[in-house]
């Protein structure tokens, strides 16, 4: 990744980012075992670093996320909004520990 351009983020091995020229990143990328999932506001910048990535590791394209590491990743290209969340690990970490049927503070 550090060949590529990428800098590593002190607080998260698993999270690279590719400098901009203003304080924000170009893209990000999160790594996790075999998986990686690339970031950006621009739709076209990450094919060129999707491929770079894909000739140093073996890897595969399983197109657009919807869940990654846990997370549900659900995309609305017509509002520009991408919402991510745990529930279904959390759900299945409460129905596994029988702590489904008691009482929740929301």
């Not at 491929?51 to 890897?59: R, S």
Request: aromatic share 12%; with cysteine.
């Amino acid at each position: 990744m550090l060949g590529l351009g990428f800098k590593e983020v002190e607080v998260d091995q698993g999270l690279f980012i590719l400098p901009g020229t203003s304080n924000k990143p170009l893209i990000w990328v999160l790594l996790w075992v075999d998986d990686f999932l690339l970031l950006s506001f621009d739709e076209k910048l990450p094919l060129k670093y999707k491929k770079a990535i894909m000739a140093l590791y073996k890897t595969r394209d399983l197109g657009e996320p919807s869940v990654f590491v846990g997370y549900e990743i659900t995309r609305n290209k017509a509002t520009g909004t991408l919402h991510i969340c745990q529930s279904r690990f959390i759900n299945d970490l409460l129905k596994s520990r029988d702590l489904w049927a008691h009482n929740v503070l929301t």
